[in-house]
């Protein structure tokens, strides 16, 4: 399953399973518009949107009908502000109105999550990279990351798949910290980095003592352990990724100042507000 089966999927619970007919609506032109201040993200995602809509929900004509094609005022990425319009669409009437709910879910979803990335990021020194974490819906994860990245931010793992990160849980099935480690290099990937989450001095000291991952994760430490942690890592010979989790927005400028390299957040996504936008007719020919 792919992005585009999953998007289809989100378009059949909208639309159910009728087919729909051109007949009888005119070719039209619609305009996108935010109605708030927001950094754009998504747009790459409509002409895929109205490509699903009308080859999979409505019926061939006889005679062959104008085809859509879209006016992109503003990107991905930009910073659009209120009642601007971004893009006009040109399509038949009846398909653009069955696409009009899903282009304005996606837009403003993840234009809410890049605009909340980049206030995010305005707190902190740019030394310091934010990360997105898994604690999302993974059907849209994909999505998801593109806002984060969009804005500035950086991806973190998507799954299990493509990172291998050593949690409590799997150090206390394991029985410690070392043998947690054997256990996730007798089953890594050549060229996959291997991550530890510690939560206090005694079990980083345990990490740095056995020497063999690659990154280093303090969670949920307060501001001054977390500086005490910093201080040790870098006395060690061996050079290590260092990421602060568990790190409320409230205090992530002070979290920045630590020395860590990465920040990870699942509020990225949790706190991102949707943005309010809407598709309205402009013309009908």
Same mark, same amino acid.
């Given at each position: 399953?792919?992005?585009?089966?999953?998007?289809?999927?989100?378009?059949?619970?909208?639309?159910?399973?009728?087919?729909?007919?051109?007949?009888?609506?005119?070719?039209?032109?619609?305009?996108?518009?935010?109605?708030?201040?927001?950094?754009?993200?998504?747009?790459?995602?409509?002409?895929?949107?109205?490509?699903?809509?009308?080859?999979?929900?409505?019926?061939?004509?006889?005679?062959?009908?104008?085809?859509?094609?879209?006016?992109?005022?503003?990107?991905?990425?930009?910073? #659009? %502000?209120?009642?601007? $319009?971004?893009?006009? &669409?040109?399509?038949?009437?009846?398909?653009? *109105?069955? /696409?009009?709910?899903?282009?304005?879910?996606?837009?403003?979803?993840?234009?809410?999550?890049?605009?909340?990335?980049?206030?995010?990021?305005?707190?902190?020194?740019?030394?310091?990279?934010?990360?997105?974490?898994?604690?999302?819906?993974?059907?849209?994860?994909?999505?998801?990351?593109?806002?984060?990245?969009?804005?500035?931010?950086?991806?973190?793992?998507?799954?299990?798949?493509?990172?291998?990160?050593?949690?409590?849980?799997?150090?206390?099935?394991?029985?410690?910290?070392?043998?947690?480690?054997?256990?996730?290099?007798? #089953? %890594?990937?050549?060229? $996959?980095?291997?991550? &530890?989450?510690?939560?206090?001095?005694?079990? *980083?000291? /345990?990490?740095?003592?056995?020497?063999?991952?690659?990154?280093?994760?303090?969670?949920?430490?307060?501001?001054?352990?977390?500086?005490?942690?910093?201080?040790?890592?870098?006395?060690?010979?061996?050079?290590?990724?260092?990421?602060?989790?568990?790190?409320?927005?409230?205090?992530?400028?002070?979290?920045?100042?630590?020395?860590?390299?990465?920040?990870?957040?699942?509020?990225?996504?949790?706190?991102?507000?949707?943005?309010?936008?809407?598709?309205?007719?402009?013309?009908?020919?």
């Amino acid at each position: 399953m792919n992005f585009k089966d999953i998007l289809k999927e989100r378009i059949h619970h909208d639309l159910g399973f009728d087919f729909y007919r051109k007949d009888g609506y005119p070719y039209s032109k619609f305009k996108i518009i935010f109605k708030e201040n927001a950094i754009i993200a998504g747009t790459i995602f409509v002409p895929t949107i109205v490509k699903i809509v009308e080859e999979e929900f409505f019926l061939e004509e006889f005679e062959e009908s104008k085809r859509y094609k879209f006016e992109v005022l503003k990107r991905d990425g930009e910073q #659009t %502000s209120s009642k601007e $319009t971004i893009m006009y &669409i040109y399509a038949n009437a009846n398909v653009l *109105l069955k /696409a009009e709910r899903t282009i304005c879910n996606i837009l403003s979803e993840l234009s809410g999550i890049a605009t909340h990335v980049k206030e995010v990021l305005s707190k902190i020194d740019s030394s310091v990279f934010l990360l997105d974490t898994r604690k999302n819906d993974p059907l849209f994860r994909p999505e998801h990351k593109y806002a984060i990245r969009l804005a500035g931010g950086k991806n973190h793992r998507s799954g299990f798949f493509d990172g291998v990160l050593i949690k409590d849980n799997d150090i206390a099935i394991s029985g410690s910290i070392k043998s947690a480690i054997d256990n996730s290099l007798k #089953t %890594s990937k050549f060229l $996959t980095k291997i991550e &530890i989450e510690v939560g206090n001095i005694q079990d *980083l000291e /345990a990490v740095l003592l056995d020497g063999r991952v690659d990154a280093i994760l303090l969670d949920n430490m307060p501001v001054k352990e977390l500086r005490k942690a910093i201080e040790i890592i870098s006395r060690s010979k061996k050079r290590y990724l260092v990421e602060a989790s568990g790190v409320r927005e409230e205090d992530i400028k002070d979290v920045s100042k630590t020395g860590v390299e990465f920040i990870s957040m699942s509020s990225l996504i949790r706190r991102a507000r949707y943005i309010d936008v809407s598709m309205k007719v402009d013309k009908l020919f």
